[in-house]
């Protein structure tokens, strides 16, 4: 089995093990979105949290690939940087893959950020397996989305410079998610 899986158990191939993963952006720029835009991903348990990065940042909009991403899932004190597997300059842990999350079984949540400077945090949660897919696909792929995807830069035009964005946010927001990340959920 590859390093760094998303679930565990099952050889790539496989059609056991394959996973819906519904991922809505939260945060991003100093901004809370609302209505939050999402997408649906189906991934295979061969797939690694570093594809599952990838397939999310191109079906949101991405293309400045060059920052650091990092992964939380839920009950877990620590949260671990994800490298993108060919890409140079970001940051590889070869011999300390991120833990899957126990194995992802539905209701299983984490936290994916992109960008830990502009904070482009997720809310991905697995659901039941998407029965489309007969077998998992070669990579972690979008079946169907929802909402308008922001510019990375907060641009509307080709030629605008990258704007500042908004300061402030309202825990509010987020009194209903899973206590992942601090600023989510109810603590005691």
Known sequence: MRPDPVVTGQPAGATEGLLSIEVELVTGRGRNWWPRPGRVFTAGPGHTFA???EAIDVAFGRWDLAHLRMLRPAGRDRA??????GRAGLPRHPRRPVPPARPAAPGTSFAYVFDLGEDWT???TVRPADDRWPAPPQAPRPLCGWGSVPDQYGRNFADARPAAGPPGRSAAMFADFPAILP??????
């Open 122 to 124: 997720h809310m991905c």
């Open 183 to 188: 600023i989510w959920g109810t603590r005691p």
């Open 80 to 85: 671990q940087l994800v490298g993108l597997a």
């Open 51 to 53: 594809e599952l990065a």
